[in-house]
């Protein structure tokens, strides 16, 4: 287990983002992504997760497949990324890069519409 600064954590998922390609990037619209400590209470027992260990990131809101033409003046959608299962789950900063990757990444296919097993098939396992 590594225990990075928090803004050192924000910095390796705004890197994350920034070097998504340019068409994903471009189409985010109306979301935020935040860093969080542990998953809250109620996300454990919403999504039947038995420990705030087992939860490394989570996408909360419309996808963007299902905006309709009447999707306006909502809150914006939440991508959280959960840091401390996160950093519990590897050793070094060199393993932890591409974990947060691939947690945004996944949370970011849950925000452009697509399943888990949709991901597990285009993708191989992204779950």
Request: hydrophobic share 40%; glycine share 8%.
């Amino acid at each position: 287990m590594i225990e990075l600064e928090q803004k050192d954590f924000e910095e390796l998922v705004l890197v994350a983002l920034v070097t998504l390609p340019d068409q994903f990037r471009t189409a985010l619209k109306n979301i935020d992504v935040v860093v969080e400590d542990f998953p809250p209470m109620d996300v454990l027992k919403r999504t039947g997760v038995a420990n705030g260990y087992g939860l490394l990131g989570l996408y909360q809101g419309v996808p963007l497949r299902d905006r309709g033409p009447h999707y306006s003046g909502t809150l914006p959608d939440k991508i959280s990324v959960f840091k401390v299962p996160l950093e519990s789950s590897v050793d070094t900063v060199d393993e932890l890069m591409p974990l947060v990757q691939h947690v945004v990444l996944h949370e970011l296919g849950h925000y452009f519409g697509l399943s888990d097993e949709e991901m597990r098939e285009s993708r191989g396992d992204l779950h």
